[in-house]
């Protein structure tokens, strides 16, 4: 019998796992419309260019660029989300098992190399690389290509957004560096609070923090995974250093990105069939980790 305090644990977890979504997408759109307001009112240009055609042409420009980001972000974002990477579906049959399998317990079935049981998925993950905990879901064989054009297409906007915001920290910055303005970049919350600065001033100062920051951890993690990527590795394997799967550069990154993987990261909808099936992967190196 199910108690009231399971259905309210079950809601509230259920709430905490939807919630980092939930903040992302708050702060994507909201950076995307700090910076459409910068390009639109208080786009950089010089005084003569603002009066001439150039003007709406430069806008229209860095708003088609804004928006063809922020569409391939929401967009990878949503096929990350609904493409299964589990075992789900995937039938294993008893001639298949081999080297480098092992029986998982909790989902009673053999399940084959380099996927591993997710406690937070609860469920085993083929070719599984770590738990996005960003997105609540693993990141696995099925749904790589997409997790990693996001990755690509967030540190895209949040560098141009942090270039488009240096003029808010010029204007912040204008009468030199005080006390003030270095409480503004550095708590914009305390200064709102104590009523030092307007919600307007707030809410540039956050965001334009908001993007140095998200810039340099999704620097981080986009270097990391293109890493692991061009040398064959999931970040299961780095921790012990161990290479039995790298085909070479190129062939790795087809493993990971499919046949078409000079053009997919372009667009979600262009396809590109991958090589393998996340069953069987061929060993080219020790499967011994090496630390």
């Not at 019998?1 to 259920?14: A, N």
């Not at 005084?47 to 391939?72: C, G, R």
């Not at 990154?253 to 996340?278: A, M, Q, Y």
């Amino acid at each position: 019998m199910v108690t009231l305090g399971s259905r309210v644990w079950c809601r509230v977890e259920k709430t905490c796992r939807h919630l980092p979504i939930v903040l992302n997408t708050v702060l994507v759109f909201s950076i995307t419309a700090e910076v459409s307001y910068l390009v639109v009112v208080e786009a950089p240009l010089e005084p003569e260019l603002k009066k001439s055609d150039w003007s709406s042409t430069w806008k229209s420009i860095h708003l088609f660029a804004q928006y063809f980001m922020l569409v391939n972000i929401t967009w990878n974002a949503w096929l990350f989300l609904k493409t299964n990477p589990s075992i789900r579906g995937v039938f294993f049959g008893g001639d298949m098992v081999g080297q480098g399998w092992r029986y998982c317990y909790t989902c009673e079935t053999h399940t084959p190399p380099r996927c591993s049981h997710c406690y937070d998925c609860n469920v085993c993950v083929l070719r599984r690389d770590h738990h996005c905990v960003f997105f609540g879901q693993c990141v696995g064989f099925r749904n790589y290509r997409y997790f990693l054009s996001c990755l690509f297409f967030m540190w895209a906007g949040l560098l141009y957004a942090v270039v488009m915001n240096a003029e808010v920290f010029i204007v912040i910055l204008k009468e030199g560096v005080t006390f003030h303005s270095f409480m503004l970049l550095l708590v914009p919350w305390i200064m709102l609070v104590t009523g030092q600065v307007t919600a307007q001033a707030f809410a540039f100062a956050f965001i334009a923090d908001t993007c140095v920051i998200g810039f340099l951890l999704v620097s981080a993690f986009l270097f990391f995974h293109v890493g692991l990527m061009v040398r064959g590795q999931t970040t299961r394997e780095w921790y012990s250093a161990r290479r039995p799967y790298s085909l070479g550069i190129l062939a790795n990154i087809r493993e990971c990105l499919g046949e078409h993987w000079f053009l997919c990261w372009i667009c979600p909808l262009i396809p590109s069939v991958l090589p393998g099936d996340g069953i069987h992967f061929k060993v080219t190196g020790s499967l011994e980790p090496v630390r």
